[in-house]
């Protein structure tokens, strides 16, 4: 009774935090490189074309990637039309595989926008141990999903390719902690950088103007 009365208020929560006016929250100050974000050079190329790419480190298993969610989904939730957002799960070591694999088998069978919060919540709020596969796969069902085109994906060389491609972007933006966000190759920014989950959308949110201004006409 105590847990649903608790998920009820949190739910609650998220939503508003979602559906809030930007008047909410505090008047961030002006960032400084070096200090909330560094500059990254040289710039990296985007895959975005002329509209500004985000590309957010997470991973499932972070507590602070959990609390960064709500604020995170709330700018994206008011984001303008010229950006666009990568998630990318980080694999700092091998025990972290089981939620990258998860995370890319989801967007393989078209799931991912429908339960990305809940694995996220099931883990965190629920204790539910979903980086153990065969939680995983009980979780899967009971959410509607067919065991076996679930473990055909999980199991596939594309996610195996999606895999090394996030180790490769590790690499490639020198990520060395989550959540950490890049902002269109140029800016790097993370929860420490930032001084907190609420302050990072917030800084997310400034370094998403520069990169805007520094873009050609």
Request: glycine share 4%.
């Amino acid at each position: 009774m105590l847990r649903t009365v608790l998920r009820t208020f949190f739910s609650l929560w998220v939503a508003a935090l979602i559906l809030s006016s930007p008047a909410t929250y505090a008047q961030a100050q002006q960032i400084q490189a070096g200090r909330e974000y560094t500059r990254l050079s040289p710039p990296r190329p985007v895959t975005t074309g002329s509209r500004i790419e985000v590309i957010e480190f997470f991973y499932y298993g972070c507590p602070i990637c959990y609390e960064f969610q709500p604020y995170f989904s709330r700018w994206m939730f008011q984001a303008p039309d010229d950006v666009v957002l990568r998630r990318v799960p980080a694999l700092s070591s091998e025990n972290w595989e089981p939620f990258a694999k998860l995370f890319y088998s989801l967007e393989l069978v078209g799931e991912l926008n429908r339960l990305h919060w809940p694995v996220y919540d099931n883990f965190h709020f629920d204790g539910m141990k979903l980086n153990d596969e065969k939680v995983m796969l009980d979780w899967i069902v009971r959410n509607g999903l067919d065991r076996q085109k679930f473990l055909a994906a999980y199991n596939s060389d594309e996610v195996k390719d999606r895999l090394n491609r996030s180790r490769e972007l590790m690499k490639t933006y020198d990520v060395r902690g989550v959540p950490s966000i890049i902002v269109d190759g140029k800016f790097q920014t993370s929860a420490r950088l930032a001084g907190g989950t609420r302050q990072l959308a917030q800084v997310l949110d400034q370094l998403v103007k520069l990169a805007r201004k520094e873009r050609p006409n």
